[in-house]
């Protein structure tokens, strides 16, 4: 499945939203390489490795459309904190959890902090252990 064949199955309750998130993260950081997978879009796919040994593949950033709201699932950490919860103060719209950011409408949170969140991420990589 392509890209495009993969934001237009998403919910027309929800594509307008998705492809404006993907081309925030496209804009904010075009070099990660982009996979589609069970109605998931994730960029910059790496290798975890957990203390234990057991090792698994991921992606820095996931969107994942929901019935009801967007999930951008972003596996980056540093310090012990994930970098969606450095964000929570500031996109109080938003329902954080350690990485995950549940966006019920797009419009409700501040575009430029959403492009700082990605550009962070980016910057940290993704997580030994996610």
Not at 10 to 21: G, I, K, N, P, Q
Not at 49 to 57: F, K, M, Q, V
Not at 113 to 123: D, F, I, Q, S, Y
Request: proline share 5%; hydrophobic share 35%.
């Amino acid at each position: 499945m392509t890209i495009d064949d993969h934001l237009e199955a998403v919910d027309a309750a929800r594509r307008e939203d998705v492809r404006r998130l993907h081309d925030l993260i496209r804009d904010v950081a075009p070099e990660l390489p982009i996979e589609t997978s069970a109605g998931s879009l994730g960029y910059g796919p790496f290798r975890y490795r957990y203390e234990s040994g057991r090792e698994g593949d991921s992606h820095l950033i996931t969107l994942t459309p929901c019935k009801g709201y967007l999930a951008m699932y972003v596996n980056s950490s540093a310090d012990g904190e994930y970098v969606p919860e450095r964000f929570a103060e500031r996109l109080p719209k938003a329902d954080i959890g350690r990485s995950c950011v549940r966006i019920k409408k797009l419009d409700d949170l501040d575009e430029s902090v959403l492009r700082e969140l990605v550009r962070t991420a980016v910057e940290i990589g993704g997580s030994g252990a996610v």
